[in-house]
């Protein structure tokens, strides 16, 4: 019974008076009491778009605790306005093994290829030329717990690239960008910038978590990205001069730990330090760039509203977004 | 007489102690009386990197007058440190017509080729299809009088470009960061990017005096370019509707002023609207970082002081710039 | 059946426990089942004064049907608290035309006369001596499509005067304010004070819709009320110069245009220029002392809440406001 | 020797070239050697209009000595150009005794007639009817140690009416521009409006000193205008209450104190309570809207550069003020 | 029946699926029908350490009449999670007397002994040496009306020991820090320190209510507890003037109130004067110091989620406390 | 020739007219030729205490040579005022070697012993009972090069305790005052703040330079002391981890890095994060009133202008400070 539809509809596209018989995870569950005294089950569904509020009635105790938070359910039933918000009333519903769902569809992931990324950030990187700072990306290369977590680890908690894998999709970004500009700009360091376009946000590998939520660690929380990687650079340093025998020289570690420390342009946003060479800003900048194109095209993609020509107001950006940019004439 | 010196030393790179045998653009003149009722001649000479004021002791008022404020000066004598600001005292001087010498030496001017620069300028228009932004560049580029000023204004009096030619090569640079960057972020209106960049900053063209200084002119200071530049676009718009017989499309309008008004990114410097769809991001971001390199870098090659790593502290950077990034190992 | 009331009760006037027997205008409606499969309605009911929530128990699809969004609807029943909210219980209704209505109960619109209101600001304005500041108001108010849109415009979407007809009343008390203080302030040009006193908010009329709701247009949304008026105003001087052969002063035109730039008075709201000549300032204060009474007023006129001497906080004033200022003893 | 020119040259109209022949009111002196061992007196000269540096080569010690600081000092010499500044170089000197001079030329001081000013707010304040209120202005003009330094007082050290009377000029403005505005806003509490706008500046009459310079007192600087007039307000209040037997009432008492606190509008400004009644804005804005107005005004009527439109950057009103907007066509 | 558990439950540690037998203080009571035309009662249940939302299904008219608001009403029933928070569903009520409560469980009031803080207070201002400070701390004691309300005072309404007594236990934990930095500092005056620290909140006897519920009195949100101390101190200086036939010294006075004007450090947190003595520093950071640990350590305390190492964002620190910094280890 | 003064007067105690017969340290010299041809010297003397502009009129060339920058020379002349500043007139002169004069009299250092201050300060870390802290110390103290350093390194350039043994002084204060307060607080991790409280600014003694003169290090400027100390405290937890085999517990590390990159308290203050426990409010408020306490007072003792009883204004404050709050009475 309960026969799976093809196609598993997420919640950013579901509306009011819509019907479903898929699987969803389950985030949160409660059992609570009519005034006639029924027992009915509220819980919250969620995929990889975002979370449902729903409500089971007629439900038993037994049926509740079949249910498992942070595990699948296959819900039967229909979509509704309630106050403004959506609501999913489940007629049926039986739990389902994790390996009989694709995972993907749960988690917040990127949609590009991770391995074909990594390849791509490693060829761009190859033309750095300066000894040392070849040697530094090659130690984070070379770690493999480090890459590891880099290529799974989201870029943000919510502002931009809040998935899996956001983290290397932004930095891919950033270097091509990087990549992009520098034979414009012959005065500047190149080696310097994409070097640090590498390793501006490697910290947020350690700030978030990156399971099937995505949280800060209490490292993340107490000490942030930024100090993180300034430490982690500042230990792959020490490596290499005592594989090397000879001392990492302190202008690049500065300035690499500089460009990592002000990449977040003012002291506002948690820089401790204001950018100080012209490479700092090239990050800053294009590091910035990368974050807002996100921000604004998921903004507009993922608007449910056909009606109107402006996302709802975007507090992080003071506006909302006009989604019309695009398709002019 | 005072036979001229192959070579002009330009004043940024006068040092205490060189004498000097060549000619100058004098700014000030005063005459004024010693202790011993000697008069004495204190004047600002100049040349297109920057001024230095001098004293010609013994001097007479017939001297005096032969002397004139904005016109050339040769002088021979020699450089002392005062007080720490170089000093030149002047042992003889004539007065030398502006026809003898090289005006670039006197004025700011761009080091580029400016025919050069708007020919590729116009290349990386070519790539927009919009057919109502092929027109409303079209207005501009036929627009006599606006090429001229546009070609001959600085960017800014003081902070980037500030020099003749100044806009075309800033707005070059943002045109080729911007047709460099497309490629990589396909979802983003590449038409509405370019034609923006192009006019992002044209309104300076009135705000600016290109002359032998850049000053505000009363419109820029109390109009601003922005505003400046909203309203000749509104001008061109109406002109090419009234050639077509169809209205200038609304929504194309409102997207390329907007972009225009939100450039400056924040309220505080001075755009009265903030961006508010991903191609404004892009202006916004590749101004500024075109601004910020300019802006680094010669306050690196034009720092004097070569025992310290560090400029001067930037006020509107907040913060000294280190002078060693380029230079690495 | 259903017989009217002889007079409608607003919305800001209900308290809990009244009964109703009126006609509102429905924004939205949505039809839902109890957990008993019951089918309900909720849906939004208003007037001229505010909203109101309502539910309709034992409904069926062929009610809901009937039942139109911005249309008129007859209701009998009666107001609960709900959660600390107004609700109303609907225990019958039926559709009203349009026509058998009183607009004005439905729409926030002045409670002055327009035509009145017009008729004192050009009395005001005939004070205007100088000759180019009364052809470029005589443009204005020649201008049908303009001054048909002026009139009927709200002042802001919520701040102040946010009905039909507000942008008149603010712009009128701003012009007697200005009026009455300039005889006080003999060196100022009281020609600008006044004409601007009249333009200053006039691309309001462009920037937000006057039907039965205000909403941003997508142009006042991205350009802005102070961009499109001063864009207004330079195609205004165009015309007059075509007119009458002669260049519009350069000069006047500056200054209008910069008082219109900086009547916001600071960055931060959304002025791209800074208030440079006294005139500016006037324009500036009196336009914010009228906006603050309103405020101020209104909000102590419509506080439900007889028991506290506050109203609510307000955001915009960081403040709550002391309602019994007006009844000292 | 020395005859008096008929007229004193003003410090902010003096040219470099101008010989002068006149009385000034010294301020600092120093004597000082050349190189070759001669003496030389440096010291400041000033009038109302502000200061002027000098030197007098040749000096002895007995003339040094005869010069008093705070003295007055008749010079016969000539005005010098010196790096930009002015300079005067003293020919020859003499003391002269103060009652021989017109004190009125050397200390800032209102050009208009104090009693004049003083009935005219009087005559405006009659207008409040509320008993309570009337009974605290009574308290205050029939303080004659309060009326009299009130009438002397500056409004300011520097930003606006900085000199002797300002501050009773400025306070009659504001009283002006409140009894002009009041009738069109019949919903405000006029009696509140105009004893505040009376009150508003009171303290500082205790934190300005009003004497040959304008400084604060300790007091002043400690403790501040605002909460001096508060306590003073108190203080009548209290003796108010012991002569009628009766509680003055704790509301007027509140309203009172709380338009004074608020009267700067924000924190920032030194304001601990933000205005919370509509009567509260009035006093606010016209308060700044009479300073704004000195300011730019002043600073254009002393504006000695004839050639620039503007006058220089005001530090305060983050701008340049326009010259030209009085005198359109 | 519905005999009383011997323990009152406290409302902070209320969890689902609990059943509670004991008496709440009821703020809001209201009478609701549901679809089906029962009528039911939703209320508000209180302690001193938080509010409970409740309802109790099949009410009648009498049982809601007979709940009184602000009355006491002893409830048996359980805790449900009710869209995230806990609602409490009444099964059974009856009204109980004030007497027959210990409203030390109702009221939030200190844990600790007043008059044994009072007296260590007064112990710890016996340091006092100077004369004047003597006599003005002399007069505050000694005034039993201030005594008493000082005594039950809260020393806010929310951030920091918002509850009867807190501002004796926050004033004492100010005093005791001056007092044990004190000898630290020789340079300070201990005297000032000292009688600053007692003084400095004190207005926030008149500026809050002590009563049920802690709300800003009319002159608390009008005038601040700043200015309201400002003037009581001037008071009693007079008091003092009047008693001993000689001046108050004014820069006691002017000292006294500085330090207390200063005190919260900034304009933005509304001192009307930044510090100017060393010793207003030091008020200034103790009385900070002492707010943030109470603010932290009660959110700590009073976290209710045992799951995770942060409480929730707090919006006055911004930033989210971490709770294991007690029990490193 | 020349007998040396027995007591060096400092240059903070100068006054023109003072006769001076003793010994500086020349930081800057230059050669400069008079208008009639003569050379003189100008040159910079210094002590501890200040610097001093000096000129020697007819000098030589090898006079000139024989004067060594960043050397000692012995002068004797006067004082002068000029243009406000102090001003020497060398009369003679000859170099002094270093052995001959008392560093302590040039170089700005603390008048306390530095041994027996860091011997307290162990002292106080001896009531340190966790282990792991006590480990994290022993590193650190036990760490030769850095405990030079830090005993060597001034606290700041110029905000306070700008001398060599600044930094030692300065935390000291901060660690006594902390042992103070935390008997008053039992609810804080003692050991954690103490910890903190020795390691909050241990990074300065990388950031500045503890020389004749106090520059910031290149590494200084770029990354900064907060980021320098919080990789310090990672290696030595890294070391500590190899010697014990032991991971260094996160949590500890987490805390005691997350105190020093909140300690200045806000981001504006280059903090990467704010506070987030209360032992972090501890250490950031008393390290912040230890250095306003210094600033305050030392600007009060080093004002040399007796008759004003405020200092000039002091930026870093926003306000002058008030000179007499020590002396009451």
């Known amino acids: 019974m309960l026969p799976m539809n093809s196609q598993h509809q997420f919640v950013n596209q579901l509306k009011p008076g819509m019907t479903l018989d898929q699987v969803f995870l389950v985030r ?15 819980c919250t569904l969620t995929d990889r778009t975002g979370s449902l509020s729903a409500r089971m009635w007629q439900a038993s105790e037994s049926l509740f605790n079949a249910i498992k938070t942070e595990g699948f359910l296959h819900v039967k039933g229909r979509c509704e306005d309630y106050k403004g918000a ?38 761009i990187l190859r033309a750095v030329k300066d000894k040392n700072l070849r040697l530094l990306i090659k130690k984070f290369v070379e770690d493999r717990a480090f890459v590891a977590a880099f290529k799974k680890s989201p870029a943000a908690m919510q ?18 960008a990087a990549a992009a500009l520098l034979p414009l700009y012959p ?31 209490d490292r993340g929380q107490l000490v942030g990205h930024i100090t993180i990687a300034a ?13 090397t025998g000879e001392d990492f020289p302190p202008e690049t570690l500065d300035l690499v730990q500089h460009i990592l420390l002000a990449h977040h342009g003012e002291h506002q946003w948690g820089s401790p330090k204001l950018p100080a060479v012209p490479e700092a800003f090239v990050v800053h900048y294009l590091d910035n760039l990368d974050a807002k194109i996100w921000m604004t095209t998921h903004a507009v993609e993922n ?9 709802p107001y975007m507090r992080q950006l003071e506006t909302q977004i006009y989604k019309k940019s695009r398709e002019l004439q």
């Open 28 to 42: 949160d569950k409660d059992l609570r009491t009519t005034k006639s005294g029924d027992l009915y089950v509220v």
């Open 86 to 123: 959506l609501q999913f009333i489940i007629d049926a519903c039986r739990p389902v093994p994790a390996d009989k769902v694709d995972l993907a569809d749960y988690m917040p992931v990127t949609e590009l290829d991770v391995e074909q990324m990594w390849a791509e950030l490693l060829e």
């Open 159 to 176: 502002m931009h690239h809040p998935f899996l894998g956001g983290l290397l999709e932004h930095t891919l970004n950033v270097a091509r």
């Open 187 to 217: 005065k500047l360091n190149a080696d310097l910038v994409l070097t640090s376009a590498f390793l501006h946000d490697i910290g947020k590998s350690a700030e978030l978590t990156s399971g099937l939520s995505i949280r800060y660690t």
């Open 231 to 243: 430490i982690w650079i500042a230990e792959k340093a020490r490596l290499i001069s005592e594989e």
């Open 303 to 311: 608007d449910a509203d056909a009606e109107s020509n402006f996302t």
